[in-house]
């Protein structure tokens, strides 16, 4: 049965661990979701394999192209598409046009966006009203790293405190899960204990309601990954063997 975002409250509601993890293309999506990854975020975060530095560069015809190349390879998982940097902070009128694209034309069931200021906080509650499911993101928000870098936010008591009330607007303005990136672990726990809706940390601790990673990231295909990243297998170097095996093998006239 598919993934759905009422599903996920549920799950909260069970104490059941969410596992998130993001994706790029039909493949990559095809392994997650047979592997039984229950959100799947096609994150601005595949800026690190499309050659970007930072996320800023994506555009929508980007996401959208990847999102429908990801929605192809899913069945199970819920799927979820970053709106990307400036496509959906200008208006109201481009944020529901940007994320009415996302569901018209990829298939995918949400979106996501970064911020809980008080304009972002009113787009978020006209999105969901307009009957399109999103997820909320605050903490370190990466499309303002000329702003924030990539430091661990809210680490002072004021600091700290924003970013609660921010989480608690956008719950009030309706998303349907938020996530935490690079916050202190007891501050990603009183969030977490003070929404009805499911928190996903990354670099967050591990009380959050559910966990996600780059996939880049977990499969060593970046050159380098955040502190907060577990490298759980090195592609990088799978991949160099298998292409310097082939290509001796081949100058050696060994294959085919
Ligand atoms: O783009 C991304 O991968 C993300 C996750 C880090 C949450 O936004
Ligand atoms: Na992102």
Redesign the pocket.
């Known amino acids: 049965m598919a993934v759905t975002t009422q599903q996920l409250l549920q799950w909260k509601q069970q104490g059941r661990s969410i596992v998130a993890l ?1 994706a790029w293309d039909y493949a990559i999506a095809q392994i997650l979701d047979a592997s039984g990854v229950d959100l799947i ?1 096609v ?4 800026a690190a394999v499309l050659g970007y530095e930072t ?1 800023l560069p994506i555009t929508l015809e980007e996401m959208l192209l990847h999102a429908k190349a990801v929605r192809r390879g899913v069945k199970h998982a819920l799927i979820v598409v ?1 709106l990307p940097f400036l496509t959906y902070q200008e208006s109201l009128q481009q944020a529901m046009h940007s994320a009415g694209r996302v569901l018209k034309e990829t298939g995918a069931q949400a979106v ?1 966006l ?1 911020g809980g200021y008080p304009a972002m906080v009113e787009t978020v509650m006209r999105l969901v009203q307009a009957g399109i499911p999103v997820m909320g ?1 605050v903490g370190l928000t ?1 499309q303002s790293v000329h702003q924030l870098g990539l430091r661990q936010q809210g680490k002072t008591e004021v600091a700290g405190e924003r970013i609660l009330q921010e989480a608690i607007a956008l719950e009030q303005a309706g998303v349907f899960a938020i ?1 935490l ?1 690079h916050i202190p672990a007891n501050l990603a726990t009183q969030i977490t204990q003070k929404l009805t809706i499911p928190t ?1 940390g ?1 670099g967050a601790g591990n009380y959050c309601d559910g966990q ?3 996939t880049s990231d977990v499969l060593g295909l970046t050159e380098k990954q955040p502190p907060f990243a577990k490298v759980y297998t090195n592609l990088r170097e799978t991949i160099t063997k298998a292409v310097q095996s082939y290509a001796t093998e081949v100058r050696e006239r060994k294959f085919p």
């Open positions: 993001t975020l994150g601005d975060s595949m996320t970053d996501k970064e993101h990466p996530v990136e996903i990354i996600v990673l780059v």
